[in-house]
């Protein structure tokens, strides 16, 4: 039922910026908590990040620092800004929204252990060159 459609991928030079969107079809901030994952060619799909309700925020240690996750409720919009990008972040890129009954909390690690449970978007390729 619920549908989440990213965008905003592209090719850019290492040291470069993107920020990915993700529209979603309702609103499930109430009870769901959001996301990012990647999965890079070969490799399984790893977290990124979260974000609660109340726009609290965790990340992996391998992005903190250079990508930010924030969202606009009003807008139902979930974005990633993604600075200072390096060859390693070459991915394809997914919104994620988990609302499964098991979650304990909204961090990195709920996400990723909950992973199956996640409703997920169609994704966006970034392709980061060096």
């Known amino acids: 039922q619920v549908h989440l459609a990213e965008s905003g991928g592209g090719s850019v030079q290492a040291g470069g910026s993107l920020r990915l969107s993700c529209v979603v079809s309702?609103?499930?901030?109430?009870?769901?908590?959001m996301g990012w994952f990647r999965q890079a060619p070969g490799k399984e799909r790893e977290v990124v990040g979260s974000i609660n309700r109340h726009g609290t925020t965790t990340y992996a240690e391998s992005v903190k620092g250079r990508l930010t996750i924030s969202q606009d409720s009003a807008k139902n919009t979930l974005y990633l800004q993604m600075n200072n990008l390096k060859p390693e972040d070459t991915a394809m890129y997914y919104c994620a929204a988990n609302g499964s009954p098991w979650r304990k909390g909204c961090s990195v690690e709920d996400l990723r252990v909950l992973a199956p449970y996640n409703e997920w978007g169609q994704g966006t390729r970034v392709t980061v060159s060096s």
């Open positions: 309702e609103d499930v901030y109430s009870s769901y908590c």
